[in-house]
């Protein structure tokens, strides 16, 4: 398991860790680490695996020195919001002895792999922020950090749907901003690209009782709104509301044929207003209502 909490708990003033849910077999992870005081020992290592780690300071990370593979190299001081990128494939001892507040991200490479090779976009190695140098500050990153917070929080009452896209647009925004990714197959063909489509689905199927904006899931697949409505009606043959909606019914359907749930229950589930809703509805797909529908099936 990918774990970004490598340094020892009892160094530090606090810390706070969560694993995406998403990416179970290619998964990103965050932690948050804060320490008050001074240190004497170096930090690290890290474990040496094919992944990056990206550093954004919540508060000024002061020039400190470390050691790259053995060798001593200084660091310059990053600001708040000013994002850092190591290599895990090297390993890393940092001699930080100042006060810090910072969110780390890591990211496998294979995760990374996974969103260049769906958007035929060339492999990314390497980002153009290394710690060895100074950065800027990055409104955006520093934004996805403070949205990570709450999840680190209580990351038992965290919504699957917006830690996923969280860590989504991280992994998004650093192959864009910083690892000179191009999203343009969208534009090109008017379709989402297949690994837009791909999270689209995700996302609109894994609770069809919940609600969830179209604002939300565009995000998660880095377009406007209206750009995604247009490119999901033209790569599914129907608006996202109205391609949901179907699911809803077919879903409705598999539980009509194979259980005896009450239809007030089947409703809810699959995210109808009410029982009267679902009937209307499910009447205008099956030319029935679903009494009659089940009745009919069980004959």
């Not at 890290?46 to 053995?70: C, E, K, R, S």
């Amino acid at each position: 398991m990918l774990r970004p909490d490598f340094l020892p708990a009892e160094r530090l003033d606090e810390r706070r860790t969560m694993q995406s849910r998403r990416y179970e077999h290619h998964g990103m992870a965050a932690a948050y680490y804060r320490r008050d005081g001074g240190g004497e020992e170096p930090l690290g290592p890290n474990p040496v695996m094919p992944a990056f780690q990206f550093v954004i300071p919540l508060i000024t990370m002061p020039a400190h020195g470390g050691w790259m593979d053995g060798r001593r190299i200084e660091l310059p001081a990053h600001a708040a919001g000013a994002p850092g990128f190591f290599d895990w494939r090297r390993t890393w001892a940092a001699d930080l002895r100042d006060p810090f507040e910072a969110l780390v991200l890591v990211i496998p490479q294979a995760a990374m792999d996974e969103l260049t090779d769906s958007l035929g976009g060339r492999r990314i190695t390497r980002f153009d922020c290394p710690a060895e140098q100074e950065t800027s500050f990055d409104p955006h990153a520093f934004g996805l950090a403070q949205a990570l917070l709450p999840l680190l929080s209580h990351p038992h009452e965290a919504g699957a749907l917006f830690a996923d896209y969280i860590f989504g647009a991280c992994r998004l925004h650093f192959a864009v901003t910083y690892g000179g990714l191009r999203v343009s197959e969208a534009r090109r063909t008017g379709r989402l690209a297949p690994w837009q489509e791909r999270r689209a689905t995700e996302m609109m199927l894994a609770d069809l009782g919940a609600d969830i904006s179209v604002e939300v899931v565009a995000a998660a697949c880095g377009l406007s709104a209206r750009h995604f409505e247009r490119a999901f009606a033209v790569s599914f043959g129907a608006p996202p509301h109205r391609w949901r909606l179907k699911q809803r019914v077919e879903h409705a359907r598999h539980m009509l044929e194979e259980g005896d749930e009450p239809l007030a229950l089947i409703s809810a589930v699959c995210g109808f207003a009410d029982q009267s809703h679902f009937t209307r509805v499910f009447r205008r797909f099956h030319d029935v209502p679903p009494a009659t529908y089940r009745r009919q099936r069980r004959l």
